[in-house]
């Protein structure tokens, strides 16, 4: 069904229309951690940070309103699902989406305040019914002082400092944001913001220095990002450095090195894209039904795409994959299974839950939009998930607890080893809790194997 937005009331712009293949029944899932300086390394999850999704057509003029900004803000877990988004139901007029989230702390130094801001930003996103995307936050520190902030005594406001952008291999790096900051003892009295030139280069005037008097601390952050879309995805560079200098003097060089990270993110594969068919069997051939199941996609240019794969009671699969890959250059394509579970066994410590894992590698050349050959998955018995602890049974006369009752104590997870391809030996079978622990096993497997995948 087709829903004009002015109808729909899903945060559309003023002035906007929408086009006739457009609905707004999309779902974007959002996820927001901090990244290390000068990495790309997920971190702590970044919670209450504004999230903004607008979605725009593509090719549409720039000066145009967009079809829809949404805002939303993350939970605990740094995540936060819009629903309603625009995608359209013509390729030819895609959707695009960007999606940016910001949070900020803040705290003091003397009578200024410092603000730590974490921002990310990815573009050209093509909407579609189901999306995920991840942002990884760079910090930026920001000191503001209030107005009339007394300048330290023995401090001269007529020094010039010469700050110097450059990347590890010592390359200028042009419109790159700096800021400055300088402070005497914890007071910080002065900031200056200011953007490289060509040969990575700025210049600040006027900036405090050492007259007799306390010595100034010279802060210096430096931080530039850029994104370039390539065939569906968004490439994200993100340079950051910041440097210090204990004793300005009348003219100080102040050079900073740079770290860049990179990501990337992928628009899901289009109605027409290739098709992935296949099955998944135990040893002796026969079918194996699938719990679920994910596959992931990279390009000889680094393009990665992560897709997932319903239940298949029957152990059969179809899935739309990209259309990536060339005989010379082809796209390297991992399937993920896990199956149905064999049984359940226990020892004095923790239940186990044990089951059918299966997984499966191999190169495509798909640019030319045509269907991939069946492939087959073949299974092994491991282990898929472990409850240890004492889990209480109630007594079933008892009544449930009221509101404000303290919190029971719960299992707790050990997560299974992240090698997926070792066959763990499996046990008897002891009908205890096993819905419980599939679930929670599959959650392990599913991190496991990412955190055994970054880290390889």
Known sequence: MLVPFAAAGLGLAPGAHAADPVVNDGVVSVSFVQAAPGTDLAGPALAGAAVEVVAS?????????????????????????????????????????????????????????????????????????SVTVELVGHAAIATT????????AGVALDAQVVVTVASGPGIPLPDVIVSLTASAGEVSFQSFDGVTDDDGRTVFDGVGRSDGGPFVTLAVSAVRTTHELVDGCTFTQHWSGTARDEGAAGTTALPVTVGLATSVACAAPAPEAPTLTGFVRDAAGAPVAIATAWLTMERADGGRWVGSIGPGPDGSFAVRIQPWGTDDEPAHLELRVIGSPTGVRSDAACTYTDGHLGSLEFEVALVEGLDPDPVTVTTTVGQQ??????????????SAPGPGAAPSTGPTLTLPPTDATAAIRGGGHTPLLPALIVALGLAALLLGWELARRDA
């Open 385 to 398: 998930g472990a409850v240890c602890g004492a889990v209480a049974t109630p007594d079933p006369g008892a």
């Open 57 to 129: 057509l593509d090719g549409a003029d720039p000066a145009a309103p967009p079809l829809q900004v949404l805002h939303r803000t993350t939970g605990s877990t740094g995540t936060v699902t819009l629903t309603g988004v625009a995608r359209s139901l013509d390729p030819a007029l895609p959707v695009r989406l960007l999606v940016s989230a910001t949070a900020a702390t803040s705290g003091s130094s003397g009578p200024c305040t410092v603000t730590t801001t974490w921002s990310a930003v990815q573009d050209g996103i093509a909407s579609a019914p």
């Open 145 to 152: 002082c209030p107005a009339g902030t007394p300048v330290p």
